[in-house]
């Protein structure tokens, strides 16, 4: 029996002005452990129809999704272009299908690979995927539980529209992308301010945003900005509270 | 799949530059846009240093009076789009709601005939580089369609503003942006801080750096990226240009 209290504890976050991004990067390192699989990635589309990496559990993940939104290639683009679920239990078979995805896949350390689609209000907005290092059939109770995922990232997304003022599907998953761009934005300012690499910086932006009850967006925001109250975080070599 | 909606923006811009015998600029993005949505009037307005915004393409005299109001006031539906980074819709500036958002912009705009505002933010990340700010001799808001017409209306406004800030002349044939926008790379967003810190300026210039750079270099975007964010290239400032101090091809 699958233990769902880590789900639980996933939806008891959506209260209050929760911050959505670190709400996604959470779902997809929940998949990631109670499905089983190797890694999962969250894409959604922004403006009705640009899929866009949102969240990864890890970078190879996180490579794979971005690899095969540029080679316009993969389960994740036919789970967009048919709206259906589309399982790779095993990659190695998958040449024919998806010729440079396997090949890229099996380079990152994959070999399977499951495509939910992520649906509001009867809308299809994205998708979730998950990745296995072993070949992986995904039995129906697993799958079941990734399918309950997908409707948990749309359930975040209502959740948000409930409580800002009358926003349309498109315009909310247009900030999203927004603020997950800005988090790129502000990485680097880091990455370059401490001389370090854009995944260390990434985990000390969501360190201080933890830590100061801060949502991952607007924190970024404030850092591309140059907001001087976040001199501590940009400096060089300090040690960030 | 909204690849027709971003092709079928573009080529509406192309064709009102192409009809003038003018090469591309955001103002024909405002006028397609015009065309487009069947609104009165459009301004494209960039935010400016002072918590207002500049007018910088305008489609007549009617945009350019508001425009120039929103400027002056300090208040106004764009200023508020750039501020907020989502659309803002004044569907009806006769109204106290919007007299209690704007308490000289609305009964002015109004009484000079314009009925409704929408405004459409030109922004990118934390970015908030301007606002397409829509007018309407009616009161109402737009619908669905309208509304995400003027969004991609915007992006291409985007991006011609890009390349004006960059000095890059945009070809006429639709951009990979119709397709799979390299703006929203997110290696694109990594390299504009990490320059933007190098250089010590802001993250906009930056981004436009970037494009330069690429254009010059005729390297894709995502390729110049991937080499700054791998610290395999550094872009230095330059008199009229970027000149690279070193670059490692692995």
């Not at chain 1, 997809?28 to 403006?47: C, M, P, T």
């Not at chain 1, 209502?158 to 247009?174: C, G, K, S, T, V």
């Not at chain 2, 397409?132 to 669905?144: A, F, K, Q, T, V």
Request: glycine fraction near 8%.
């Amino acid at each position: 029996m699958t233990d769902l209290r880590p789900l639980a504890e996933l939806t008891h976050t959506l209260v209050g002005e929760f911050d959505l991004l670190e709400f996604f990067q959470r779902l997809v390192a929940h998949a990631h452990e109670s499905v089983g699989v190797a890694a999962a990635g969250l894409l959604l589309a922004g403006n009705g129809g640009t899929l866009t990496h949102v969240a990864a559990s890890d970078e190879q993940a996180r490579l794979l999704e971005v690899y095969q939104l540029q080679a316009d290639e993969g389960p994740c683009l036919d789970c967009w272009r048919t709206g259906e679920p589309v399982r790779a239990p095993d990659l190695s078979l998958a040449a024919d299908r998806w010729p440079r995805f396997a090949e890229e896949a099996a380079r990152r350390g994959f070999a399977a690979a499951h495509a939910l689609p992520v649906r509001l209000g009867g809308q299809l907005i994205g998708g979730l995927n998950l990745f296995s290092a072993k070949p992986d059939e995904l039995a129906e109770d697993r799958f079941t539980l990734a399918q309950a995922l997908a409707d948990v990232a749309a359930i975040g997304l209502l959740q948000q529209r409930a409580l800002r003022r009358r926003e349309l599907i498109d315009e909310q998953l247009r900030s999203t992308i927004n603020a997950r761009l800005a988090v790129e934005q502000a990485k680097g300012v880091l990455a370059a301010a401490r001389e370090i690499g854009v995944e260390d910086a990434a985990v000390l932006l969501r360190g201080y945003a933890a830590r100061h009850d801060l949502q991952l967006g607007d924190l970024a925001a404030r850092i591309v900005r140059r907001d001087p109250s976040l001199g501590d975080l940009a400096a060089q070599s300090s040690d960030v509270d | 799949m909204d690849r027709d909606r971003a092709m079928r923006v573009w080529t509406s811009v192309a064709l009102c530059a192409k009809r003038r015998g003018e090469p591309l600029t955001p103002a024909h993005a405002c006028l397609a846009c015009v065309d487009a949505l069947a609104v009165s009037g459009a301004a494209l307005v960039l935010a400016s240093d002072y918590g207002t915004t500049e007018p910088v393409y305008l489609t007549g005299a009617g945009a350019k009076a508001l425009a120039e109001l929103q400027t002056t006031l300090g208040e106004g539906p764009g200023i508020d789009a750039i501020a907020s980074g989502t659309p803002v819709m004044a569907g009806d500036l006769g109204s106290v709601a919007a007299a209690g958002r704007w308490p000289v912009f609305a009964p002015e705009a109004a009484r000079r005939g314009t009925k409704s505002i929408y405004s459409v933010p030109l922004a990118l990340g934390a970015l908030r580089i301007g606002a397409l700010d829509l007018y309407r001799d009616d009161p109402g808001e737009p619908d669905r369609e309208e509304l995400m017409d003027a969004v991609v209306y915007a992006d291409t406004a985007l991006l011609l503003v890009l390349d004006d800030l960059g000095g890059i002349p945009t070809p006429s044939e639709a951009p990979e942006h119709a397709g799979r926008p390299v703006l929203w790379q997110a290696e694109v967003h990594q390299a504009a801080g990490i320059v933007s810190v190098q250089l010590g300026v802001p993250v906009l210039d930056a981004l436009v750096r970037l494009r330069a750079h690429a254009f010059g270099t005729g390297d894709p975007l995502s390729e110049v990226a991937r080499a700054v964010v791998e610290r395999r290239l550094r872009l230095e400032n330059g008199s009229n240009g970027f000149h690279r101090r070193r670059e490692e091809r692995s």
